[in-house]
């Protein structure tokens, strides 16, 4: 065991906790439960603690006052601009790892929000962060650092927005240079690199982060977090944005190209160790007036769905310089919503049926339901769905996200099921896959063991919510066949994305451990690994500062 005398991340070490059923919905461990499927914590005195923490190099932090536009949640380190743009030191592990956990978790999100004194309004404007955690030997070193896109590093030099973010536009210092930035605008050349949201490892070995734009796909070296340079795609597909997460296995990588022109969505496969991506087929919009935005998309062993949202792409809301409500969207209810059936090996697409309205930023995964002869007869296709509500992004605002004060503010979500048949119906349907008071009704960032990837599958993680809040605030353990769900809350805790890691090995789908980062109110944080099975907590290891919050992972196995 490693001396205590290294206490460098802080000055204790957060108890150590694991969650425990109790279905009584009474007061527990101090804290009361209204709902009766969340778990109590109990402190593990016979916990190892392990390991040790580097030394914290000296740093001055930016202002919290500046970055603080509302009450009660506005210091919540969830939503602060990350300390320093760089950072790495061995932590003190609370618990015990898994020796097999062998290793690296990146996570991708926005986690710089201001621009010397100037202020970003939402959520996903924030200059990207990488996250490391690196498990070798049941030892963890994690590590932060910012990606160097030309969005970020003009920012930087010029000490003011440079390049069109989600909400934000560069002011102009005159009408000329307004007119060069609407020309920019449309060759693309003003739009965001700022990789914010997504990582994904290829095929090949190169990890990738990427955002909804094409020219945000930059490629890092995984254990050092240095931006190696542009994924530049060879192909003349051309195209300014793709969806923010293409499907990526070690043998295949889809994506979808909405063309804003001729409403559609072109999809496209890119072979391990090329740039270059190949059309697979087309599909066109059944409803107008633009593509509606496509954020991600399932596939099965032998289909690609395509969703067509009525929330839709709006080239008017892109030219202005104040962002609306719904940003670069607009909400169409009249024309519907749909899902689509390519086949991968065709390109023929083989369903294309309406569903009832839906908004959702995250598909889980899909499979095919097949009858009693193997033929399949349908595809079910699952998503955290925001019960149509488009208004979900006004809620990302930071102002909304640093004024919680108590109230319920979130909007209701759940699983949402899609069954689209193949026998040739005009129909499809989408209801809940449980009982969404299971993950209190709230639903977001998702996972699922990546064995099971477009198969039939039963697990699945992801955030929920433990009322009353303003975001998504519980880890949640989804049974889809037992419908039931298992929930892991701290109190003023935020935790990002549950990652599942599978054991190798392993024959039950739940055999693995859960990964997630914890933003605490208290300005602390910290890895969280939880059992993939059982839910309870087996490690944690407290960062030497809390890291704000972030959107989406992958795993880079040890070689």
Same mark, same amino acid.
């Given at each position: 065991?490693?001396?205590?005398?290294?206490?460098?991340?802080?000055?204790?070490?957060?108890?150590?906790?694991?969650?425990?059923?109790?279905?009584?919905?009474?007061?527990?461990?101090?804290?009361?439960?209204?709902?009766?499927?969340?778990?109590?914590?109990?402190?593990?005195?016979?916990?190892?603690?392990?390991?040790?923490?580097?030394?914290?190099?000296?740093?001055?932090?930016?202002?919290?006052?500046?970055?603080?536009?509302?009450?009660?949640?506005?210091?919540?380190?969830?939503?602060?601009?990350?300390?320093?743009?760089?950072?790495?030191?061995?932590?003190?592990?609370?618990?015990?790892?898994?020796?097999?956990?062998?290793?690296?978790? @990146?996570?991708? *999100?926005?986690? +710089?929000?201001?621009?010397?004194?100037?202020?970003?309004?939402? %959520?996903? /404007? #924030?200059?990207?962060?990488?996250?490391?955690?690196?498990?070798?030997?049941?030892?963890?070193?994690?590590?932060?650092?910012?990606?160097?896109?030309?969005?970020?590093?003009?920012?930087?030099?010029?000490?003011?927005?440079?390049?069109?973010?989600?909400?934000?536009?560069?002011?102009?210092?005159?009408?000329?240079?307004?007119?060069?930035?609407?020309?920019? @605008?449309?060759? *693309?050349?003003? +739009?965001?690199?700022?990789?914010?949201?997504?990582?994904?490892? %290829?095929? /090949? #070995?190169?990890?990738?982060?990427?955002?909804?734009?094409?020219?945000?796909?930059?490629?890092?070296?995984?254990?050092?977090?240095?931006?190696?340079?542009?994924?530049?795609?060879?192909?003349?597909?051309?195209?300014?944005?793709?969806?923010?997460?293409?499907?990526?296995?070690?043998?295949?990588?889809?994506?979808?190209?909405?063309?804003?022109?001729?409403?559609?969505?072109?999809?496209?496969?890119?072979?391990?160790?090329?740039?270059?991506?190949?059309?697979?087929?087309?599909?066109?919009?059944?409803?107008?007036?633009?593509?509606?935005?496509?954020?991600?998309?399932?596939?099965?062993?032998?289909?690609?769905?395509?969703?067509?949202?009525?929330?839709?792409?709006?080239?008017?809301?892109?030219?202005?310089?104040?962002?609306?409500?719904?940003?670069?969207?607009?909400?169409?209810?009249?024309?519907?919503?749909?899902?689509?059936?390519?086949?991968?090996?065709?390109?023929?697409?083989?369903?294309?049926?309406?569903?009832?309205?839906?908004?959702?930023?995250?598909?889980?995964?899909?499979?095919?339901?097949?009858?009693?002869?193997?033929?399949?007869?349908?595809?079910?296709?699952?998503?955290?769905?925001?019960?149509?509500?488009?208004?979900?992004?006004?809620?990302?605002?930071?102002?909304?996200?640093?004024?919680?004060?108590?109230?319920?503010?979130?909007?209701?979500?759940?699983?949402?099921?899609?069954?689209?048949?193949?026998?040739?119906?005009?129909?499809?349907?989408?209801?809940?896959?449980?009982?969404?008071?299971?993950?209190?009704?709230?639903?977001?960032?998702?996972?699922?063991?990546?064995?099971?990837?477009?198969?039939?599958?039963?697990?699945?993680?992801?955030?929920?919510?433990?009322?009353?809040?303003?975001?998504?605030?519980?880890?949640?353990?989804?049974?889809?066949?037992?419908?039931?769900?298992?929930?892991?809350?701290?109190?003023?805790?935020?935790?990002?994305?549950?990652?599942?890691?599978?054991?190798?090995?392993?024959?039950?789908?739940?055999?693995?451990?859960?990964?997630?980062?914890?933003?605490?109110?208290?300005?602390?944080?910290?890895?969280?690994?939880?059992?993939?099975?059982?839910?309870?907590?087996?490690?944690?290891?407290?960062?030497?500062?809390?890291?704000?919050?972030?959107?989406?992972?992958?795993?880079?196995?040890?070689?």
């Amino acid at each position: 065991m490693a001396s205590m005398k290294f206490q460098a991340i802080g000055n204790s070490i957060l108890p150590a906790s694991v969650a425990e059923s109790d279905k009584s919905g009474s007061i527990l461990g101090g804290f009361s439960f209204r709902s009766n499927n969340f778990t109590r914590k109990r402190n593990v005195r016979d916990l190892t603690v392990m390991n040790v923490a580097t030394q914290l190099p000296a740093t001055i932090a930016p202002s919290r006052e500046k970055q603080s536009d509302g009450v009660g949640n506005r210091n919540h380190v969830a939503w602060t601009s990350v300390r320093q743009e760089r950072w790495e030191g061995e932590l003190i592990v609370e618990g015990e790892i898994p020796l097999w956990l062998s290793g690296t978790y @990146l996570r991708n *999100g926005p986690g +710089l929000w201001h621009i010397g004194d100037y202020n970003f309004r939402h %959520l996903f /404007d #924030g200059y990207a962060t990488l996250v490391k955690l690196y498990f070798e030997n049941g030892r963890l070193i994690a590590g932060h650092r910012q990606i160097e896109s030309e969005a970020y590093k003009a920012a930087k030099k010029n000490k003011k927005l440079c390049y069109r973010e989600f909400s934000e536009v560069p002011k102009p210092d005159n009408f000329l240079a307004y007119v060069g930035e609407l020309a920019n @605008l449309f060759s *693309g050349a003003s +739009l965001t690199d700022n990789a914010n949201t997504g990582v994904v490892k %290829l095929g /090949d #070995g190169r990890v990738v982060c990427l955002t909804e734009t094409q020219k945000g796909s930059i490629v890092i070296d995984p254990d050092t977090l240095d931006t190696l340079g542009k994924f530049e795609y060879t192909d003349t597909l051309g195209g300014l944005i793709h969806a923010a997460h293409p499907i990526v296995t070690d043998t295949e990588f889809f994506t979808l190209l909405p063309d804003l022109i001729n409403p559609g969505y072109l999809v496209v496969r890119m072979e391990p160790g090329t740039n270059e991506r190949k059309v697979i087929g087309r599909v066109n919009c059944r409803g107008g007036p633009a593509p509606g935005w496509v954020h991600s998309f399932p596939v099965t062993d032998h289909y690609i769905i395509v969703p067509e949202m009525p929330l839709r792409y709006c080239a008017q809301n892109l030219l202005k310089a104040e962002p609306t409500p719904l940003y670069k969207f607009e909400w169409h209810p009249h024309s519907k919503g749909f899902m689509h059936v390519m086949c991968k090996a065709s390109g023929k697409i083989v369903a294309s049926v309406e569903v009832p309205l839906f908004v959702t930023f995250h598909f889980i995964n899909a499979y095919e339901d097949k009858d009693e002869d193997g033929r399949v007869k349908a595809i079910i296709a699952d998503c955290c769905e925001h019960n149509a509500d488009a208004l979900i992004l006004e809620k990302l605002r930071l102002q909304n996200l640093r004024s919680f004060n108590g109230e319920d503010v979130l909007p209701d979500a759940r699983v949402g099921r899609f069954i689209i048949p193949l026998d040739g119906s005009s129909h499809g349907k989408l209801g809940a896959a449980l009982d969404p008071n299971e993950h209190g009704k709230g639903m977001d960032m998702c996972s699922i063991n990546p064995n099971y990837l477009g198969k039939n599958y039963r697990y699945a993680y992801a955030c929920g919510a433990h009322r009353p809040c303003n975001f998504p605030n519980t880890l949640t353990k989804l049974d889809l066949v037992g419908k039931k769900a298992k929930n892991w809350f701290e109190e003023g805790a935020v935790p990002s994305e549950p990652f599942f890691v599978p054991r190798p090995g392993a024959r039950e789908e739940d055999d693995g451990v859960v990964i997630s980062m914890i933003s605490q109110k208290n300005g602390d944080g910290y890895a969280l690994l939880l059992d993939g099975s059982t839910f309870k907590e087996i490690a944690r290891a407290k960062f030497p500062y809390g890291l704000p919050y972030g959107l989406h992972g992958c795993w880079v196995p040890k070689q």
